[in-house]
């Protein structure tokens, strides 16, 4: 059985080609965004003092971990005692509890002109400062500007996280391996107290300077790396009857949280590149109708291209077409699509060959191959 059916099934793009027809490839002139820094840097470590409950952690406990060969197993209880041997910290979101000025963003110490978030992700416009930071050398030899960049004072934070936690667990004169895992319930977020806040600063951060009123942008998002220092399993004696001991497990301990910040700047600039444009149909028109109504079919290799240049819709690209519109497969290699094949539409012409070499004219609109040609 070929694994990548069972893979496609489940993973890789979901593209349809078969439904677009493309042009032949050519250049075409195109506006980019183009990356000229990418930067990450790292705040102070903070610290979150840890206790978790029941109303806001949700536990999970195992016991008798195949590693370890325990017997009758543990039954843990109140009076059990845990060894924690290896402690992770997921942090699976790090977000900033409050809003961010302008004020707070600078280049070589000059405010950004405005900053705007959008999904956690922040930009700040330049065009009011590019102008005064930029330094002449750079810009006589068409290179960016490294510059200084800062932002202070951000926060304060909330946090959403996971903790798991490995080790050993005894009781009754017993030992057994445990894995424990602590998440914050129904998405919710620990919210670090007001006042905790952070620096960021990216010393060389690249600068190019501003084209036809393009101004460069900086965008940039936080994260962090988190870790927990001396932690501590107790099983509360206040448990409930009926509950499970994975309810009542409760972790202490301190989290260590480091901030960090991710930046980069863009610019659009013009490009010319040679592609293949598909040739989408106008919105309502009948084509576009149609071509939304295709039917969804799963791409069984999850490794084949996404798409090609060209479909069987699409004319070949060094064939001479006349009054009427005749398509014959895919372009050939010159195309860069591979090769037409047969013309299955040169009528009862014996000597057409291959479409790469046929000349096609419409005649009275019925389709004839007057000659062939050795393109």
């Excluded at 999970?60 to 197993?73: A, E, F, I, Q, R």
């Excluded at 922040?122 to 810009?139: E, F, K, M, N, V």
């Excluded at 610019?267 to 106008?282: H, V």
């Excluded at 069987?312 to 519109?325: E, K, Y």
């Amino acid at each position: 059985m070929n694994s990548n059916a069972c893979l496609g099934s489940r993973c890789g793009t979901n593209i349809e080609p078969d439904s677009l027809t493309f042009s032949a490839a050519k250049s075409n002139l195109v506006y980019m965004d183009k990356v000229y820094s990418y930067n990450k840097t790292e705040s102070c470590p903070l610290l979150l003092a840890l206790t978790t409950t029941p109303a806001s952690y949700t536990a999970s406990l195992s016991v008798n971990d195949p590693c370890c060969s325990c017997g009758d197993g543990c039954n843990v209880d109140f009076s059990s005692t845990f060894s924690v041997n290896n402690a992770y910290v997921v942090t699976d979101q790090f977000l900033l509890n409050g809003t961010l000025t302008p004020s707070q963003v600078t280049v070589n110490g000059i405010a950004v002109d405005s900053i705007s978030t959008e999904n956690g992700q922040y930009t700040a416009s330049t065009a009011g400062l590019i102008s005064r930071i930029q330094r002449d050398c750079c810009i006589e030899n068409g290179l960016p500007t490294k510059t200084f960049f800062v932002a202070s004072a951000v926060g304060p934070w909330a946090i959403r996280f996971r903790v798991i936690l490995e080790g050993t667990v005894t009781t009754g004169g017993k030992s057994c391996c445990f894995r424990a895992e602590f998440i914050n319930n129904d998405d919710t977020f620990v919210a670090l107290p007001d006042g905790t806040v952070s620096n960021f600063a990216i010393p060389k951060l690249s600068l190019p300077c501003a084209i036809n009123g393009i101004a460069p942008t900086i965008r940039f998002q936080f994260g962090a790396m988190s870790q927990i220092l001396n932690p501590v399993l107790t099983v509360s004696p206040e448990s409930a009857a009926g509950t499970s001991v994975a309810s009542n497990l409760i972790l202490s301990g301190t989290l260590v949280i480091s901030p960090t910040m991710s930046a980069e700047v863009i610019r659009k600039s013009l490009f010319c590149i040679t592609a293949c444009e598909a040739m989408l149909p106008c919105d309502g028109t009948e084509e576009a109708l149609l071509s939304a109504q295709n039917d969804e079919e799963d791409n069984c290799d999850p490794f084949a291209p996404d798409c090609a240049c060209g479909s069987s819709t699409t004319p070949p690209a060094n064939t001479i077409i006349g009054g009427a519109d005749i398509q014959c497969g895919n372009r050939d290699s010159r195309g860069s699509c591979g090769n037409c094949g047969s013309c299955s539409n040169c009528g009862n012409c014996s000597n057409c060959g291959n479409c790469e070499n046929t000349i096609i004219t419409g005649i009275g609109g019925h389709n004839h191959c007057n000659s062939c040609m050795s393109l």
